[in-house]
């Protein structure tokens, strides 16, 4: 079911169709390809489907009341992270959640997982490679309007949204939530304090409508520890029309 690519990169067992075994491998590649070598980010992507027979004990609670597409959300995205585990030479380990909700990674590695539109990514470098590493695939026309006041700052609005047309602002809005949302993804971790979304800004190097680029972050909340963000390096890409992806790392 997943496709990946990283350390040696690979293509694991085949999705449920054709046409996800496709997609999968373009959003794998995609995401591999944001991803500098020098950080040694294993990458699996899948469509999303019922795997809650490949769960741990540990990983159980989370799915105890959950709807099924919640359980299929959770449990693919625990089987894409345990197979760039393996791909990283690591023992394939329980990733059970928090009380925040958050995934408890191993001792040895870190990682982040994110799902949008069917599809499930999962990034894992070892511990030691980064101090936070962040992820978040978005489809491109998720983010209306009516939600910019509430998810960006007055700036942020100013500057990209406000002048842009209808259809560019909706994919723009897109980009820059994903960007919030993989720097919480590396850093909360580390933090352990929830970052409220006009708290950070998100600043485009160059052309936020290139089909891929970087982006850096600044943080305005009153949390000093959150600040580490702004030491960290952020990645963008489409993905076809579909999906924007972001990656963030903290070196």
């Known amino acids: 079911m997943a496709a ?16 996800a075994r496709g997609d999968a491998q373009a959003l794998a590649a995609a995401l591999a390809a944001l991803l500098p070598a020098r950080f040694g980010v294993a990458v699996t992507a899948g469509a999303m489907a019922d795997h809650r027979d490949t ?31 393996i791909r990283l030479g690591m023992p394939d380990a329980p990733i ?17 997982i994110t799902h949008a539109g069917g599809h499930v990514l999962a990034a894992v470098t070892r511990r030691e490679s980064l101090c936070g590493l962040g992820v978040d695939l978005e489809e491109a026309h998720r983010v209306t309007a009516e939600l910019h006041a509430k998810l960006f700052t007055p700036t942020e609005r100013a500057r990209l949204l406000d002048p842009a047309p209808g259809a560019t602002a909706t994919r723009r809005a897109a980009l820059l939530f994903s960007a919030k949302e993989a720097v919480y993804k590396a850093v909360h971790p580390s933090v352990g304090v929830f970052i409220g979304f006009q708290e950070v800004e998100v600043a485009i190097a160059g052309d936020i409508d290139a089909p891929a680029g970087a982006f850096s972050m600044r943080y305005v909340g009153t949390h000093a520890p959150n600040r580490i963000m702004e030491t960290g390096l952020g990645y963008f890409c489409s993905v076809d029309t579909r999906y924007v992806l972001t990656a963030f790392v903290i070196p």
Request: aromatic share 4%; charged share 25%.
């Open 4 to 19: 990946g690519t990283g350390a040696g990169t690979d293509v694991g067992r085949a999705c449920d169709s054709g046409e």
């Open 55 to 85: 769960l741990r004990p540990e990983e159980l609670p989370a799915i105890a009341r959950a709807v099924d597409r919640r359980v299929h959300e959770f449990s693919t995205g625990r089987l894409l992270a345990r197979q760039a585990m």
């Open 96 to 112: 059970p959640r928090a009380a925040d909700r958050s995934p408890v990674w191993p001792a040895a590695c870190q990682g982040s």
